[in-house]
Each structure stands twice: as structure tokens, then as C-alpha cells.
């Protein structure tokens, strides 16, 4: 209960007026709700607590399954509800958007609710070498596929082995199991060995590690490494997708009756698919238990409503109390309609915080094709003058209510690499000193309309193409446009689709663009530092993609970097193959100063307030939380002991 | 439909009967039909000011579309008073301050009146300074308060003023409606004309790719093309290829309707006559073709405008219209695209009540023109 | 008759392979394709993909080949039944078709049932009393749900739909009935869900089908033969149902066909907002994402039903009218 404490004594801290400075790089402490103590630790087992009879949902009676203590592992992990022992029953009514928070993944790891550290959740315990080099992992005894059939050491062989690295379905290697292999020890116990160190692989089995295990014995039967090829073929023809490997995406997605008996070990399983809905009942074989030896989760069944992505629709509904739980879609600006539909009675608001280190982080093109315009964007004091430009208190009370932090993009305050004054570089409003700062590089209005040129005269127009989605970002832009603008920037906004957002950030095409800064707490910020240094492309980047590409391909494509980007690439291998954790916090230090100094990306406002509407009915969720991509939302916070109330 | 209904004829003034002897144009006698229809009158009247004020929008507006107050996000419409607090009447009007609060608990901006305050409204005052027309620097307008602010309309999310917004928004919009609308009747009437006039082959060509355009769902096609404008593309080219994009579809039908008329009037006894008296190609289709549809085609084309106009609101709907900070109709209504809205800001719901004034407005100008200009066509075919 | 048929009929051909060309080269125009979305979905899934991987994927769904053998192996397929796989969706395009298509003809027809259902009496009644404030009225009412953007009309129904009725918003179904067998309640619980989408769509078409009505039947109140009846002593109304409504109301029979697209344009976006399992979303959702079978199939089957719709009814005109066969 130690952690227990601690988070208490941060929550009465908040209580005491502090100072809005001192609030601005708070320990974030006042944003998250008290949570049991055992949340952070190790999760104890049945046996450790005493635990000796467990009991089932009702609904799971009369099924003609065996035993629950059959179905269970042999010594389950004990999982403490957040306030109080919940009852079973009850069916959710949620959107698909928000499935992926209402049963999380599981894997062999978890993530402890400080963000920071990793507990075993399939596995028993697991260990890294002293040179990083290997991954053994150790599963409970007794766990099993929603089918009832154990799971054991080969699932995890089979998909590492024939999924990941089968050049059918992964024409490239994924980088991140680059040069790695995996072996069994025996059913229970197998090992990830890596030709370079690889100590922090256990991020991955934590956060990505859903990809990591597949059941092989469904698989099996259709993948061509294993079964009758001409069997496959036969089936690939008659339901009519065009691969074998659309086929095993089909089964996985149950677009196909026949997926839908693919075992899963989350706590529930797809039964049913239409066109506007998926239902998921309980997975009768869900490997935790309550205090009081109940198999989780409480809740027996979801039905996931299938809403187009349509956000507009699923705040109306979420308002109105229709829906049990919703968050992913809703967005800052809607939480004044749903306290208003709080106040009608219907739901509950629960304010998070984003994780995000800012909810928009603006991505200069440093690679982008006119030397111009790359060698303005190159000198610092251009950078430094667009975010000395950005009002961000005003910001912060147009948009989020006063409630955000103003922010560079930088990593979580939870984070061991983090150090305040990373976040607050740069941030304050002083359009007088942007003005200098542009008349000190040579930029200045020649033909009076205001905006400035380039020294030599010729028109300076940037055009800002980005994806507006999650975070608000389409506002924000037409802020920071209306500011540079002030200054004498130029500033156009092009809205873009996802496709055309990922063709042309990767290409480089575009002058700049955007995202929100996630992947800035401890579980992924020194596992892929992308913000930081230019290491992979994606949709989501779109800053320096030919340095990336030329660090990827070792000098084969791309650019070569400047000698501070190959500096800032170095850092970031360091880091990755550092076993020595103090070490590695270190070098993390210099990347995010370097970062700090030098203002690659700009950031806007970050820790941004959250809603999170559950019904009247539903309990144990937490109150404050952090909310974001690194904790896969809700990983830490153990949705399955979510319940209904009878009342 | 109607169109084939009705064999175009020039209007033949003696026909008008017995009861007027005094001799009138036809011009005078289509005047006379159009101020009958009262309400193409009062849609006229509404569009001359509607386009007047978009000429003059930065006069008739008390702030610049970017300007933000502050104090002001999502206010509602100020109402203006002429009775203060203690009921004293005012000669000029005014308007009082707002305290604004955030409600801790509902996240809620409430204003309140601040009767403390009040910010009398001058006309023909100075204010924020502008740039007319891109051609001189000025800062007269319509009306303004000398401190505080006044928002007619209310405000934005980002505290801009409605009312300068709407009508900044409508010089955008309505001129897209007009440009698109000349656009589409001169492929229209071009290709129609082409049609109709030529005959055989090219007619069964052209035929062939109107029926094609017609069996064609607009919006996919919208999308896609506008979804290929160049990113480059300043905000003026932007606009000039959304209207574009949105007459490529207008013109078949306009078209189909031209060849229509041309093939009918070939057979025509006056196009015959004049045939036969001499009249050389080019005098037969512009002197005695062309009159006899312009007054069709001028109905046409008023009520064509109105869907360009929710043309390119579906567009900006889609998020592939226009974009900020270009501020027209279908922009200032994708803020107001969604449910919050009607619950808590209807006001930002304004320029729509303005897309659907001013498209019923085209429609009955349109109806009225009809009417008028084709005598034969409402209720008096004497045949 | 004969020749007129036949004629018509091959005179569809060259129009569907212009549609088809067209359909393709749009499809085409916006940057991007399928390939950039797989790749967003597998990084977006942390999946770290490198350049290389784009041209293997290309060659898998073979967007490597030149773009006349896509498109002969695009129409080929559809020629035989075969609309091709949605790489969106994951799945062969003919089930997402069928999937949706019965949602979309029952929202599109009743919408063009409620259309008629309100527009022909009210432009009868228009035509009748012409220029009377009757007139007026129903004209500026039937403008309003034309001039009113059709996203916007949808929203502030959805809105009204639970405020004053408590229907339950987005979708077809309360969540009772969305997957319960047919029975009296879900048919119910459907129909009082359907009225939403179908009032919206319904309402844009409304004003000018009644307008043209009021036209057309102006024209026919004014011949002779009308007035002749009239001074024979025939009845007002049976007079008006007996010839000139008959005959107003032909050319929309010969149109239904080219109604067709622009319902579809309309529910596309009225689903949008309503969240409605339909067609419509989904070709924009496929336009979007570039998946070109999906968009393609989709926009080649409307296409080759709005050109069989206008062939049914120029065939029955010609058949009605022999002087069209001469034509």
C-alpha cells in the first residue's frame, strides 16, 4: 500500500493553493485519482491471498462447462476493483470505437498504473539478461484459449515465427524484432534472443504485445505453412478475398462466421457480426479473479455499436445516456453538452488527462524539396520566433477551458528522462521578440501587405497540411494561423484525409504537418524516441523522412543528416541498446535538452483535459486517469472489474 | 418537363387580347406579369440587398473576419436596447457588457448582461481599420460602438463575430453561386447549342456523354476532383476550382434543355420564314433562335444558383470544400455541423438560416421569372 | 417497335463503357491509393513499416500493373458478377453491396414515395388555386426543406427525433431490436426510425417535383379540350383526374430513372449524420480511402441501374407515344 500512500499525499498536496507557475510543470500528481496499491505492483494469486473457492457469472451455469476452477488457471492473478467488489451481469452498450477501452488486450506483460514499470499478466515472471540480449518468459500454468484449449509456449512461437517474420503477411521485417528470434524451452517457458541488445523488448510485449500471441491451433488450419495448400486455396476462392493472408485477416476480424471461433484470451469474445453491430460475450476461460475469487470480468456481454467512425453521432448519443461508456471519439470541446447531460442524470463525466505532451505538434519539413525554404526552416531563431509567436494562455482559454498546459512537445511528467524545463522552452507569448527575431534573419515585408518576404524579396508562404482527428486540432491551426499571421508569417491550412496524409508525409511533400505527441512516458518514449531524432517514417510524421530513411538504410537511401541529427540518431541507439537504466536516463536527458534547445518540433498545449462518459449504472471506473496511446487507454486501469449496478 | 410542354413562342403582343388596345413591349409585358408574383418581388428586393451588402461587407460589418474577442467565445447574440435597466429610454441604441464565467462544474461560458455597462452604438463610425476592396485602407463602418464590442450575432468558438462572419461568408458564397452559374451556362448553352444546332453524329456524341454525366451520383465525383486540386493552390485558385468543380455537373442538364429548344424552333414557322426570305445561318440563330430562349435560359440560370450554393456546403460538409481562413457559407457551417451546436450554440447555426433565405429567394425569383417571361407558360395558353 | 428496342438497347453500350472509363479515371485522380491506407493501418497498429514494403505491397494487389489492365481487370470482373475485394472493409465487395443495399433501396424508396405522397397533392392543389395564398404558403414550405442543406436538416432531426419523441439516436434500430428477429415491435421500431432519414431525403425533392407538377398541369388546365369539358358540365375534380393530372404526371414516370444519383448523393450524406448502415458512407468512406473496387463496383452498379432505368422508361414512352420511335 505504499504507492497508495503516496498517490494520497499527492492529491492532498494539489489541494493546497500552489502557484500557477509551480502548477504549469506540476508533477501531474493532481490528475490522477487514488488507485489501489496492488495496481502498481506484482499482481498477487489466488494462493498468496488465500483464495481457495471461485465462483462464476450465472450466465455461465447450465453451459455444460466444466468447473470454473477447471477453466481458470491453476494459481490466478488476484485483481483488485478500483473501489468496490462488483456483481455480475449486465450487457454494455458501447460504440466499436470505444471496444478497444472497454476490454483491453492481454499479453504476456502489462503496464503498471505509474506508467513507468511493467508487471506479468499471462506470464508468472520473466527476466532480461544482463546484455539485454535475451527474453525469457515464464507463462502461469493452466491458462487457456477462450475454446478451453491451453495456451502454451508454442502460440507464441508459432505467431513470432509465421506471422511476424512470414514474408507473405510481413513483406518487410518490422524493425522492431529486427535481427531476433525466439525459442521454446520447454511448453511453458520460451525466450526472444536478439543479436544486439534489446533491453527494453519488454516495452513491447507490454504495450504491442497483442500481436504477439496468436492461437496456433486455429491457425493452423488455414496457414499454408502448415495445412493443405490446396485446402487453402479452395477457401481463399470461396470467400472470395484474394490471399491467403486477406484470409487470415478475414478470420481475425470475423468478418467470416468461421472467425468467429477464433479463441481469444481478452475477457470477452465476438459472438455475432452485422452490418451495424458487433456482440461480444464473456470469455468463460478469462484467466483473472476478484478478491473474492469471482472470474472477472463482471460484465457478461457488449454490444458494440458499428457507427462509421461518425464522432458527431457518438457524442449525441454519449450525451443522452444511450451509450455505457464512450471516450475515444469525444473530444475537449464536447464536455460543456456532456455535463449538461450529467446534470440531466443520465451519465457520468469523468475528466482525464491526455497523455499527450501536446495535443498538436507542429512539424517543420526539414527535408522538404526548396533549399530556401529548408535552410529558413533550418535556423533556430525562425523556429524560435514561431513559438514565441503562439499565444498559449489565450489558447488555453479559448480551447480548453484554461484547464490544459501550455507545452512543448516533450516527454510526460511521469517520465524518469523529464525535467520541467523541456516542456516550458520557448513557450511564452512575445510577438515583439518573433518580430526581431524575423528581421534579425532577413525576413521583412517589402511590398506592404504586412506578411514578409524572404531577404531577397520573393513571397513567403507556408502551407500547413494536416489530419484533423482526436486531438482538436483543426482550431488550434486556425489560431496559430491567426498569430503567425500577427507577426507576418503567412500561414495556409489544408486539410487532409488519412490516405493523402500518410502519401505525402512519408514522400516529404509536405512543408509541414502535425500530430499530437504521444509515445512520451517511460513505456515507449525511450523505445521509439520519433518526435526526437529521425529513426522510421510514418503517416504521422512528416519532419525529416530522408534523414530517417538514410539512418533505416544505412547511407543507401535518403540524406545524409547534419552532424547534430546523426548526433540526436546516435542517442537514440544508445539508449535502445543501454542496459544500465541510469545510463540510458541520461543519454534520454541529452536527446530531449538537445530537443529543448533546438525546438525541432513546436508544441501547443499538452495534458489536456479529457472526457470520459459512463452511465449511472456503471462503477468501479476511475475518476481521473491518463488517457492516451502509451497506456492503451485503459490498460492500466483493469477494465474487466467494471460493473453494472443492480439499482 | 415542362419545357416540352411548352413550344416556345415570341410573344406576339396582339394576343394579348381585346381588352388592352395600347400597344406594349415585350419587355413591358413581362414586367407586368413578374410584379404580379408577389413574392418573386420580395426575393428580388431581399437578393439586390443580400448582394449590395456583400459589396460593401467590410463597411457593413463592425469588425474584420479574424478579429477575436477574447471575452467573448461562443457568446450569444447581444440583444440591443433602446430601455435601460431602469427603463429610461435611450434614442440611440445600445448594448450592454457581458460578464462571462466559466462554470466550474458544467464547463459551461455564461454570460450575463452587465447593466453597469452599456456601449451605446454609433453609425457611420470609425473602427477597426480594413482593407476595401484590396484597392484603399479604410475604417468607416456601418455601425460600431466606441469601446467594448457588439456581436449581433453572437460569436464563434474562437470569439469572431457572426455577423461580420455571415456576411463576409455570403460575398464567398453567393458569388460562387453567380460565377459557377455563368460557367455552367456557357458550356451549356455552347455544347447545347453545338447539339442541337449540327445534329447527327456530333448531336448523338454529345447525347451520349450528357446521358452519361446524368446517370452519374454528383458527389463522388465532387469529391474526387476536388480531393485532386493541388495543396499548393492559394485560396483564390481554391475557389475558382471549387466553382468549377461544381458546374461541371450543371451543365448537361442545361444543356439537354438548349438542344431541346433548338431542335423545336428549327421547325418553327418564323425560322422557316426567315429561312426562306434569306436569312443567312448566324442571322437565323442569333436574331431569331436566340431571343426566343434567353428569357428560358435567364430562369434557368437563377435557378441554378441555389445549388451551387448547397453545392458547395455539401462540400464543405465533406471537408473538401473551402478552408480557412477563406470564410464563406459552407465553412461557417461546418463549425456548425454538429449536435453541440443545436444544444448549446444554435446561433452559430445563422448562416444557414441565410443558405436557406437566400436559396427559397433564387427559387421564387426564379418561379417569377418564369412566369413573366413566358406568358404562355402559367395558366393563359390560349394556343 | 422492334427496330426502336433493339436500337436503344445497343445504344446503352457505348454510354456503360464511357461511364465505366470515367468511374475508373476519377477513381484514379485523388493522390494516395490502397496501399498507403494498408500501411497507415499496420503502423497505426505500432507496426514500424519501412519504404521497401510499399513496393511488394503494390505488387500484391496489382497497383504495379499499367492502368488500362487494371481497368480491363476491374470491368472484366464485373462483367462476370465478380465487383472485386474492398481492402477497407476486408472483404469481397458483392456482400458489402448486398449488406447494404436493402437499408439503402428502403430509405431511397420511401423517401421517393414521400416525396410524391406530398408534392403531387400539394402541386395539384397549387396549380388549382393558383397565386392564392394557399399557393404561397405551400410553395415557401416546400422551398424550406429544399433550400435547407440536407446535413443540417438531418442534424436538427436527429435532435427533435429524441427531444420531443425519444428516438434513440444514430442508426435503424433502438438497441432492443437491433438484432432481434423480425417481428410486429422491430417492424415498428424500425418504421419509427426509418421516418427520419426518409423525411430528410424526402423533403429536398419535394419542391421541384411539385413545382414541375404545378407547371405541367397549368398547361394542361389551359387547353381546349379541358375548357370544352368544363363548358359540357363535367365535374371539377373528376374532370381533373379524369385527362390533365394523367397527363402532368407522365414525364416523372420517364424520370425515374435519372432520380437515382441524386438520391444517392443525398443519402450519402444524410447517413453520414445519421450514422446509417447504407451505401452512401461507404463509397464516400472507399472514395476516401482509395479503395478502388469498393468505389468502383459501387459507382458501376448505380451507373448500370440509373441506364436501365432510363431505358425501361424511354421504353414505355415509346410504346405509349409511337411518334418517339421515329425519332
New interface residues.
Given amino acids: 500500500m505504499e504507492t497508495d500512500r503516496k498517490y494520497r499525499r499527492g492529491l492532498t498536496a494539489c489541494l493546497v493553493p500552489l502557484l500557477l507557475s509551480v502548477l504549469l510543470i506540476s508533477h501531474a500528481d493532481d490528475s490522477v485519482s487514488p488507485m489501489p496499491g496492488s495496481w502498481f505492483e506484482v499482481p498477487k494469486t489466488a494462493s498468496q491471498l488465500g483464495i481457495v473457492s471461485f465462483s462464476q457469472s450465472p450466465i455461465l451455469d447450465d453451459r455444460g462447462l466444466p468447473p470454473v476452477s477447471e477453466r481458470l488457471p491453476d494459481d490466478p492473478p488476484v485483481i483488485e476493483p478500483l473501489n468496490d467488489i462488483g456483481q455480475f451481469g449486465g450487457r454494455a452498450q458501447i460504440t466499436l470505437g470505444d471496444s478497444w477501452q472497454f476490454f483491453n488486450w492481454e499479453s504476456a506483460l502489462t503496464i503498471s498504473a505509474d506508467l513507468r514499470n511493467f508487471l506479468p499478466n499471462l506470464a508468472e515472471s520473466w527476466d532480461v539478461s544482463a546484455d539485454g540480449r535475451v527474453t525469457t518468459v515464464r507463462l502461469r500454468k493452466g491458462l487457456k484459449w477462450s475454446d478451453g484449449h491451453p495456451l502454451t509456449s508454442d502460440d507464441f512461437v508459432f505467431t513470432f515465427n509465421h506471422i511476424w517474420l512470414d514474408t507473405d503477411i510481413n513483406p518487410v521485417t518490422s524493425m522492431l524484432i529486427l535481427g531476433g528470434r525466439i525459442e521454446k524451452i520447454d511448453d511453458l517457458t520460451f525466450r526472444y534472443v536478439f543479436e544486439d541488445p534489446n533491453p527494453m523488448f519488454e516495452n513491447l510485449i507490454a504495450q504491442y504485445g497483442s500481436f504477439m500471441v496468436d492461437p496456433k491451433h486455429f491457425f493452423v488450419k488455414y496457414h499454408p505453412s502448415f495445412a493443405d495448400r490446396e485446402f487453402v486455396d479452395a477457401k481463399v476462392a470461396e470467400v472470395g478475398v484474394p490471399t491467403w493472408m486477406a484470409l487470415l485477416d478475414a478470420l481475425r476480424n470475423a468478418i467470416i462466421d468461421e472467425g468467429l471461433n477464433m479463441p481469444t484470451l481478452r475477457a470477452y469474445k465476438i459472438v455475432q457480426r452485422t452490418p451495424t453491430m458487433v456482440r461480444f460475450d464473456r470469455n468463460p476461460y478469462y484467466h483473472k479473479v476478484d478478491p473474492q475469487g469471482q472470474q472477472l470480468p463482471y460484465i457478461d456481454g457488449i454490444d458494440a455499436e458499428d457507427i462509421l467512425d461518425n464522432a458527431e453521432v457518438v457524442t449525441a448519443k454519449a450525451s443522452t445516456g444511450q451509450l455505457d461508456f464512450a471516450a475515444f471519439t469525444l473530444r475537449t470541446q464536447d464536455i460543456p453538452l456532456l455535463k449538461l447531460g450529467e446534470r440531466n442524470g443520465e451519465i457520468k463525466v469523468h475528466i482525464w488527462r491526455r497523455l499527450h505532451s501536446s495535443d498538436v505538434a507542429i512539424q517543420p519539413n526539414y527535408n522538404y524539396a526548396d533549399p530556401k525554404y529548408r535552410a529558413l526552416l533550418w535556423d533556430v531563431r525562425f523556429r524560435k520566433a514561431l513559438s514565441l509567436a503562439i499565444n498559449r494562455p489565450e489558447m488555453n482559454e479559448i480551447i480548453y477551458f484554461s484547464r490544459g498546459v501550455p507545452r512543448q512537445v516533450t516527454v510526460h511528467p511521469t517520465s524518469a528522462y523529464f525535467e520541467p524545463h523541456y516542456a516550458t522552452a520557448y513557450t511564452e507569448f512575445d510577438p515583439d521578440e518573433a518580430r526581431a527575431l524575423f528581421a534579425d534573419i532577413g525576413l521583412k515585408d517589402i511590398n506592404g501587405d504586412r506578411l514578409v518576404e524572404y531577404p531577397d524579396g520573393s513571397p513567403l508562404t507556408i502551407t500547413l497540411e494536416f489530419l484533423d482527428f482526436e486531438t482538436p486540432k483543426g482550431i488550434t491551426m486556425e489560431l496559430v494561423a491567426n498569430y503567425w499571421r500577427e507577426v507576418g508569417l503567412d500561414l495556409r491550412l489544408k486539410l487532409v484525409d488519412r490516405a493523402l496524409q500518410s502519401a505525402r508525409a512519408q514522400a516529404g511533400e509536405m512543408q509541414m504537418t502535425l500530430w499530437h505527441a504521444d509515445r512520451v512516458t517511460d513505456i515507449l518514449f525511450p523505445l521509439v524516441p520519433d518526435w526526437w531524432a529521425p529513426r522510421s517514417t510514418g503517416w504521422d510524421r512528416g519532419m525529416w523522412n530522408d534523414w530517417a530513411r538514410y539512418y533505416q538504410t544505412d547511407g543507401e537511401l535518403g540524406e545524409q543528416p547534419p552532424d547534430i541529427i546523426r548526433q540526436m540518431q546516435q542517442w537514440t541507439d544508445d539508449m535502445r541498446f543501454e542496459t544500465d537504466i541510469n545510463k540510458r536516463i541520461t543519454i534520454g536527458k541529452k536527446l530531449l535538452q538537445t530537443n529543448a534547445d533546438n525546438l525541432w518540433t513546436i508544441g501547443t498545449i499538452g495534458l489536456a483535459p479529457h472526457p470520459v462518459v459512463v452511465s449511472k449504472r456503471l462503477r468501479n471506473v476511475l475518476p481521473k486517469g491518463i488517457w492516451g496511446w502509451d497506456n492503451r487507454w485503459t490498460l492500466a486501469y483493469h477494465p474487466s472489474t467494471w460493473y453494472f449496478d443492480a439499482d | 418537363m415542362s419545357e416540352v410542354a411548352n413550344q416556345a413562342t415570341p410573344a406576339v403582343v396582339t394576343d394579348l387580347g381585346t381588352e388592352t388596345l395600347q400597344e406594349i413591349s415585350p419587355r413591358q409585358l413581362a414586367w407586368i406579369r413578374f410584379k404580379r408574383h408577389r413574392l418573386a418581388m420580395i426575393s428580388a428586393g431581399f437578393l439586390i440587398a443580400m448582394y449590395l451588402i456583400t459589396v460593401f461587407c467590410e463597411f457593413v460589418s463592425p469588425y474584420n473576419t479574424d478579429t477575436r474577442n477574447v471575452k467573448a467565445i461562443n457568446a450569444p447574440p447581444m440583444s440591443i436596447h433602446f430601455f435601460d435597466a431602469e427603463g429610461n429610454f435611450h434614442l440611440r441604441p445600445f448594448v450592454y457588457s457581458y460578464d462571462m464565467e466559466i462554470n466550474a462544474d458544467s464547463w459551461m461560458r455564461e454570460y450575463k448582461e452587465n447593466t453597469e455597462e452599456m456601449y451605446p452604438i454609433y453609425f457611420f463610425e470609425a473602427g477597426e481599420s480594413y482593407h476595401m476592396w484590396n484597392l484603399f485602407e479604410a475604417e468607416t463602418h456601418l455601425f460600431a460602438t466606441r469601446e467594448g464590442y457588439i456581436h449581433v450575432f453572437g460569436t464563434d468558438q474562437l470569439g469572431r463575430d457572426m455577423f461580420t462572419r455571415v456576411f463576409y461568408g455570403a460575398r464567398i458564397s453567393m458569388s460562387i453561386g453567380v460565377v459557377g452559374v455563368m460557367l455552367t451556362l456557357f458550356f451549356g448553352v455552347l455544347i447545347g447549342g453545338i447539339a442541337g444546332y449540327m445534329g447527327g453524329i456530333v448531336d448523338r456524341g454529345i447525347q451520349r456523354i450528357i446521358e452519361v454525366l446524368l446517370s452519374l451520383p454528383t458527389l463522388p465525383f465532387w469529391m474526387a476532383l476536388s480531393a485532386a486540386l493541388p495543396v499548393e493552390w492559394s485560396s483564390l485558385m481554391v475557389y475558382f476550382g471549387i466553382t468549377i468543380i461544381l458546374s461541371l455537373f450543371g451543365w448537361p442538364g442545361l444543356a439537354r434543355q438548349v438542344r431541346g429548344k433548338f431542335l423545336a424552333l428549327r421547325e418553327e414557322d418564323f425560322v422557316m420564314a426567315a429561312r426562306l426570305l434569306g436569312a443567312g445561318r448566324l442571322r437565323v440563330i442569333f436574331r431569331h433562335m436566340m431571343p426566343s430562349f434567353t428569357s428560358h435560359i435567364i430562369t434557368t440560370a437563377t435557378l441554378a444558383v441555389p445549388g451551387m450554393i448547397l453545392g458547395e456546403t455539401a462540400l464543405s460538409f465533406l471537408g473538401i470544400g473551402l478552408r480557412p481562413p477563406v470564410v464563406s457559407w459552407g465553412v461557417l457551417m461546418q463549425q456548425a455541423q454538429n449536435y453541440q451546436v443545436i444544444v448549446m450554440t444554435p446561433w452559430l447555426m445563422i448562416p444557414g438560416l441565410f443558405v436557406v433565405l437566400t436559396v427559397i429567394a433564387f427559387n421564387l425569383l426564379g418561379d417569377g421569372l418564369r412566369d413573366a417571361a413566358d406568358p404562355y407558360n402559367t395558366g393563359g395558353n390560349r394556343d | 417497335m422492334r427496330a426502336y428496342v433493339i436500337k436503344r438497347v445497343f ?1 446503352m453500350i ?2 456503360l463503357i ?2 465505366s472509363g ?2 475508373f479515371i ?2 484514379q ?5 490502397i496501399v ?2 494498408t ?2 493501418r499496420m ?11 510499399v513496393a ?2 503494390r505488387a ?1 494487389y496489382n497497383l504495379d500493373q499499367p492502368l488500362l489492365i487494371q481497368y480491363v481487370r476491374w470491368i472484366g470482373g464485373f462483367l462476370v458478377g465478380d465487383m472485386g ?1 474492398s481492402y477497407l ?4 465487395v ?2 458489402l453491396v448486398w ?2 443495399l436493402g437499408y439503402t433501396l428502403m430509405i431511397t424508396v420511401s423517401s421517393l414515395i414521400f416525396t410524391w405522397a406530398i408534392a403531387i397533392p400539394a402541386g395539384i392543389y397549387s396549380a388549382v388555386r ?2 392564392s395564398f394557399g399557393d ?1 404558403l405551400i ?2 414550405i416546400m ?2 426543406g ?7 436538416l438531418a ?2 432531426a ?2 427533435a427525433g ?1 427531444e420531443f419523441f425519444g428516438i ?6 433502438s ?1 432492443e431490436y ?2 432481434a428477429p423480425w417481428s410486429f415491435g422491430r417492424l415498428l421500431d424500425f418504421l419509427s426510425h426509418l421516418w427520419i432519414p426518409m423525411v430528410v431525403l424526402g423533403l429536398g425533392g419535394t ?1 421541384s417535383t411539385m ?2 407538377l404545378r ?2 398541369l ?7 379540350y379541358v375548357v370544352t369539358a368544363r363548358a359540357k358540365g363535367v365535374k371539377p375534380m373528376k374532370l381533373l383526374f379524369k385527362y390533365p393530372l394523367r397527363i402532368a404526371i407522365n ?2 414516370i420517364s ?1 425515374i ?2 432520380l ?3 438520391l ?2 443525398g443519402e ?2 444524410v447517413s ?4 446509417l ?1 447504407t451505401i452512401g ?5 472507399a ?4 479503395d478502388m473496387y469498393l ?1 468502383g463496383s459501387f ?1 458501376m452498379l ?2 448500370v441501374l ?2 436501365l432505368g ?1 431505358l425501361l422508361s424511354d421504353l414505355l414512352l415509346a410504346w405509349a407515344d409511337p411518334r418517339i420511335r421515329y425519332e
Fill in positions: 445504344g457505348p454510354t464511357l461511364i470515367l468511374i476519377v477513381i485522380l485523388p493522390p494516395g491509393d498507403t491506407s500501411l497507415d503502423q497505426s497498429q505500432g507496426l514500424e513499416v519501412s519504404t521497401e514494403a511488394n505491397l500484391q475485394y472493409f476486408t472483404r469481397p458483392s456482400e449488406e447494404r393558383q397565386y404561397y410553395t415557401t422551398l424550406v429544399l433550400a435547407t442543406p440536407s446535413f443540417l442534424l436538427m436527429m435532435y429524441y434513440s439516436i444514430g442508426g435503424l434500430f438497441p437491433r438484432d419542391a413545382r414541375i407547371a405541367n397549368l398547361d394542361e388546365l389551359s387547353k381546349p414525364p416523372f424520370t430513372g435519372l437515382m444519383p441524386a444517392i448523393s450519402a450524406i453520414i449524420v445519421l450514422g448502415p458512407p461507404a463509397l464516400i468512406q472514395l476516401i480511402a482509395q468505389a459507382l448505380l451507373a440509373t441506364v432510363m
